[in-house]
């Protein structure tokens, strides 16, 4: 039996996906049970079995690395929120991006404008959170600066 926890419009939902037959899987969802019909039937899954890999070579020992500034850990940092609600159009910027203060990082389409998201501070792009396409809501993050 499978346990997930969701949150659907701020309450929280506990469901057990239980035995699944053809196209019928009983679930509880928190602690009533239903009998849900799903688009398709589910085959059985098969088993896989587990194969070891043949020693490798011995490796050469890695070059001894120079001294580097340490990197912001992925996703630490200052988050860029999308100030309006809109859809991303474009992402002037990747994952390991430096920037500056004041530098385009996204562009957000709000009310039939494009509107250019900047950097707050001087740093580098430790994570993108959006992509183009995506609308997002005032207060988003859409990226962080470490």
Not at 75 to 95: C, R, Y
């Amino acid at each position: 039996m499978s346990k997930y926890q969701y949150k659907v419009n701020g309450a929280d939902y506990t469901v057990e996906i239980g035995e699944i037959e053809g196209a019928i899987a009983q679930v509880t969802v928190n602690g009533k049970q239903f009998e849900v019909e799903l688009p398709a039937p589910v085959k059985a899954p098969t088993r896989v079995k587990r194969v070891e890999a043949a020693p490798a070579a011995a490796a050469p020992a890695p070059a001894p690395e120079r001294a580097k500034k340490p990197k912001a850990a992925a996703g630490s940092g200052t988050k860029v929120l999308a100030p309006l609600p809109g859809t991303i159009t474009e992402m002037k910027v990747a994952v390991g991006d430096s920037v500056r203060k004041g530098d385009t990082v996204v562009i957000l389409e709000a009310m039939k404008m494009q509107n250019n998201i900047e950097a707050e501070c001087d740093g580098t792009i430790t994570s993108v959170l959006v992509s183009r396409g995506d609308t997002v809501m005032e207060g988003a993050a859409l990226v962080t600066i470490g």
